[in-house]
């Protein structure tokens, strides 16, 4: 009987823990490299930074993600203290944002991005055990699916809030609402009652048994799962395809001379890339344990190359907003089903956050590489080349995921 009334406790805690978790997604939109794209307009356009400088800022971030990504995934693994992690994060992401308000100089704006790129690979193994040790394996694809949706409408709900405080007060302003962002990010972890937290399945564990410390090394967790490496070159495959394609298109837009008219269209596929993402997440939420994950990431995967031969075909503005719809199911759909695809191959091993934030690392080092290798392309050969070899890459990932990255979902799931 105290068994099973620990049992119903905890059920309840963690339907009363479902709300402050979407709240926490839909801030964390914001907290959570948000502040990339407002702080180069800043330092550019307020305090007169060259373009090279404010972009290796953004670099240094960008390094810091993906160099931690493991340490940090392997720590959310071993700590029970996984709402600290993300009150953390987001007192480094708060610090840097008024650093880098209050002392725009090279030296603190550096280490501020520092501490921001680290806090930036903190926030998704912590948030993917936070789900899945709240909600359990069963529900867990659900959960992922809504942790995206809602981390999509804080996208565009943020994007949208920070644009207009730069417009009408300061691009400054954009930094202070960051940290706004981030205290009330804090805050909605902190309702996250700590007893409802499964640490056990939140690190990898099959509900109700204890994962096999003793017998799987996170060496072994990775590197002894070809299914995990395949799978993680492909996603890799998949994101140094896509990084460059919008900055690109982008790019190509303002060398016509309209810069103003290129910077709002640019919003627009932002936006409206966004809004798609929404949805898509919501559908691998709804389907993925009927209709498998393979399907679904074949869909995903099947729209980057196409995407970059009609960005390659197409520059007009118009036309470059409605490629972009491609662009919002592809990433939605791979944002939800890839901590999915994950916690599948890690089943059981307790090394859930340790896999997930290494295969972080490796498709974020690929879209790092991304945006220098397209655009000495561009110098060499123009846009269309450029669009022509991401497609390639993108094809590649697609043929790769298809042929050797079997079916994770878990036998007799489907419905």
């Not at 071993?78 to 008024?98: F, N, S, T």
């Not at 709240?134 to 999509?152: E, P, S």
């Not at 910077?263 to 919501?282: F, T």
Request: contains cysteine.
């Amino acid at each position: 009987m105290i068994g099973q009334r620990s049992r119903l406790s905890h059920g309840s805690d963690a339907r009363a823990a479902q709300p402050p978790l979407d709240w926490l997604t839909f801030l964390l939109a914001d907290v959570q490299g948000g502040l990339g794209p407002f702080l180069a307009i800043y330092l550019t356009a307020s305090r007169h930074w060259a373009p090279g400088a404010a972009g290796l800022m953004l670099t240094i971030a960008g390094l810091a993600t993906v160099a931690a990504s493991p340490a940090l995934g392997g720590l959310v693994d071993r700590v029970r203290w996984k709402r600290a992690i993300v009150v953390a994060g987001a007192v480094a992401v708060a610090l840097a944002a008024m650093t880098e308000a209050i002392l725009p100089r090279p030296w603190p704006v550096g280490v501020a991005q520092l501490g921001s790129g680290i806090a930036d690979a903190a926030f998704p193994p912590a948030i993917a055990a936070l789900s899945l040790g709240l909600v359990g394996r069963a529900a867990y694809t659900a959960r992922v699916g809504r942790n995206q949706a809602y981390n999509h409408a804080g996208n565009v709900a943020t994007a949208a809030l920070s644009g207009i405080a730069g417009w009408l007060i300061a691009p400054v302003a954009v930094l202070w609402a960051v940290t706004l962002f981030s205290a009330a990010s804090i805050a909605a972890v902190l309702l996250i009652e700590p007893g409802a937290i499964d640490h056990e399945v939140a690190r990898g564990a099959d509900d109700g048994r204890e994962p096999q410390d003793s017998a799987v090394s996170g060496r072994h967790a990775i590197f002894g799962s070809r299914p995990l490496l395949l799978f993680t070159l492909s996603i890799t495959l998949f994101h140094f395809a896509n990084a460059a394609m919008l900055p690109l298109a982008g790019e190509r837009l303002s060398s016509g001379g309209d810069g103003g008219t290129g910077a709002v269209w640019m919003a627009a596929c932002i936006v409206l890339a966004q809004l798609v993402m929404i949805p898509a997440s919501l559908l691998v939420g709804h389907r993925a344990d009927r209709w498998g994950r393979k399907l679904l990431f074949l869909i995903g995967f099947g729209a980057l190359p196409v995407r970059g031969l009609l960005f390659a075909l197409v520059g007009a503005p118009g036309g470059l907003l409605a490629i972009q719809v491609l662009d919002g199911v592809g990433a939605g759909i791979f944002g939800a089903l890839f901590p999915i695809v994950v916690a599948d191959l890690t089943r059981g091993t307790g090394r859930y956050n340790l896999a997930l934030g290494a295969a972080s690392a490796c498709w974020g080092l690929g879209a790092a590489l991304s945006n220098g290798i397209a655009g000495a392309i561009v110098d060499g050969l123009g846009f269309s080349a450029a669009f022509l070899v991401l497609s390639g890459f993108a094809l590649a990932a697609l043929i790769l995921f298809a042929l050797a990255v079997p079916e994770t979902m878990p036998v007799g799931r489907a419905a």
